[in-house]
């Protein structure tokens, strides 16, 4: 990768705005959503492995994310069996000083590995002092080569990657749930967006909670950019997942 390459102004703010995303992940549905979202603006991908742990000593737990339909257990049983080789993708990873890897499926000594890569797979990682809270990612099946600009990106986009999937692992190890005092909206906006879900209009909405239908429009625009959504139903999609669209609100009408 150039250390000159750099993105254009759209593309930063593009950039910008996975990052930004990602600070909003504290459960599964948010990292698989976004990994399979956000993050495919910049890394395209058709599954993502996720490894935490100890890197130098293998003392790791994976876990595997794709639209990919999968019986239950079989792609951890895939990782096991060898077609997916994550000790030995870190081991060169490691030893290569924690540069990103390019894997090319037709040079590929094994069939299994090669189906399992699909195409091309690019792993990278984040090593940790405390060597337990290391992490590597192996995404898998790019349609073609990684280009400087998708290697840019994953340099810039792996510490928010690290973050969120440890996040992510520490709620679902300490049975945490998405907390209201961390919504990226406003009271008032769920309130909003909740009457969307309920397909309201904006003049509906407007009666309902006694504002503007000007206002309402000005609610949902901001909600459009805090969830980064590009539509109504998209940020309907986004609080659901996210958990804001739990509590009752109370009709005027």
């Known amino acids: 990768m150039s250390d000159l390459f750099t993105l254009d102004s759209e593309a930063q703010l593009r950039l910008l705005?996975?990052?930004?995303?990602?600070?909003?992940?504290?459960?599964?549905?948010?990292?698989?959503?976004?990994?399979?979202?956000?993050?495919?603006?910049?890394?395209p991908h058709a599954t993502l492995v996720c490894v935490s742990g100890d890197?130098?000593?293998?003392?790791?737990?994976?876990?595997?994310?794709?639209?990919?339909?999968?019986?239950?257990?079989?792609?951890?049983r895939a990782a096991e069996r060898g077609c997916l080789p994550i000790a030995p993708l870190i081991d060169q990873w490691l030893r290569s000083r924690c540069k990103?890897?390019?894997?090319?499926?037709?040079?590929?000594?094994?069939?299994?590995?090669?189906?399992?890569?699909?195409g091309y797979a690019l792993c990278h990682g984040a090593p940790e002092a405390r060597g337990e809270q290391g992490s590597f990612f192996v995404f898998l099946g790019l349609p073609e080569a990684p280009s400087c600009r998708t290697l840019f990106a994953l340099h810039m986009l792996m510490?928010?990657?690290?973050?969120?999937?440890?996040?992510?692992?520490?709620?679902?190890?300490?049975?945490?749930?998405?907390?209201?005092?961390?919504s990226p909206l406003t009271t008032r906006e769920v309130e909003v967006l909740i009457w969307v879900r309920d397909g309201k209009t904006n003049n509906e909405i407007g009666r309902i909670l006694d504002i503007s239908p000007l206002t309402?429009?000005?609610?949902?625009?901001?909600?459009?950019?805090?969830?980064?959504?590009?539509?109504?139903?998209?940020?309907?999609?986004?609080?659901?997942?996210?958990?804001?669209?739990?509590?009752?609100?109370?009709?005027?009408?």
């Open 159 to 182: 510490p928010h990657l690290h973050l969120a999937w440890h996040r992510m692992r520490e709620g679902e190890l300490h049975g945490n749930r998405f907390k209201a005092a961390e």
């Open 100 to 118: 990103p890897l390019v894997l090319d499926a037709s040079t590929m000594n094994t069939g299994n590995a090669a189906r399992a890569i699909g």
């Open 216 to 253: 309402v429009k000005n609610h949902i625009q901001r909600i459009l950019r805090k969830l980064n959504a590009s539509n109504r139903a998209q940020a309907v999609a986004c609080g659901v997942s996210f958990g804001l669209l739990e509590r009752p609100v109370e009709s005027r009408i």
């Open 55 to 76: 890197l130098a000593t293998s003392m790791l737990y994976h876990d595997i994310f794709s639209w990919q339909a999968m019986a239950p257990g079989d792609d951890q």
């Open 17 to 43: 705005r996975v990052m930004e995303a990602s600070f909003r992940i504290f459960k599964r549905s948010h990292f698989f959503l976004w990994a399979q979202g956000e993050l495919q603006v910049f890394i």
